[in-house]
């Protein structure tokens, strides 16, 4: 439908809308054309944002390869770094259990997720053994880690010297 056509009143009331949207193009393009150096710089200008755009989506790009690759360093270092059956169980169970050396009957449970360190005392003697949960220890990493750096962070810290991870833990119920 021309906007001729539509002046004389016999058009849809859609019609209307796309006579002003040709109309208004029209304008911006002349005053585009009667300015050069508004056309240069709307041109450098949207250069520019593609440019930026480009760039965002490369780093972002090149950020989640390295989180993936530094994921699988991590598993492979915990895969070498426990026995096959404390993989299993980390596996199967989505928790590590390391035994106290000080406190005989107690047990760490070190989750597969970022979550909090769990103690259990136990008693294998009577005739029904059980687990109880004594209290969850809390301790975050300064910078983002893998999953598998803080399970073996955190099984290391207790084998190495327990009194001391549990005077850095905040300790919660």
């Known amino acids: 439908m021309d906007c001729l056509q539509l002046a004389s009143g016999n058009s849809a009331p859609g019609d209307r809308l796309v006579c002003q949207g040709q109309a208004l193009l029209r304008n911006w393009t002349a005053g585009v054309m009667a300015s050069p150096l508004l056309a240069v710089g709307v041109l450098l200008g949207t250069l520019i944002a593609l440019l930026i755009l480009w760039r965002l989506g490369r780093s972002i790009i090149t950020r989640q390869r390295e989180q993936y690759a530094a994921k699988k360093r991590a598993e492979a270092l915990l895969r070498a770094s426990i026995s096959t059956?404390?993989?299993?169980?980390?596996?199967?169970?989505?928790?590590?259990?390391?035994?106290?050396?000080?406190?005989?009957?107690?047990?760490?449970?070190?989750?597969?997720?970022?979550?909090?360190?769990?103690?259990y005392e136990t008693n294998q003697t009577v005739t029904i053994p059980y687990a109880r949960k004594l209290a969850e220890l809390c301790i975050?990493?300064?910078?983002?880690?893998?999953?598998?750096?803080m399970v073996l962070a955190h099984k290391l810290m207790i084998e190495a010297d327990e009194q001391t991870y549990l005077s850095i833990?905040?300790?919660i119920g």
């Open 85 to 119: 059956e404390q993989y299993q169980q980390l596996l199967s169970r989505g928790y590590l259990e390391i035994p106290s050396r000080l406190y005989p009957g107690y047990l760490y449970r070190i989750p597969r997720g970022q979550q909090r360190v769990q103690i």
């Open 140 to 149: 975050v990493p300064c910078d983002p880690v893998p999953d598998a750096d």
């Open 169 to 171: 833990a905040n300790r």
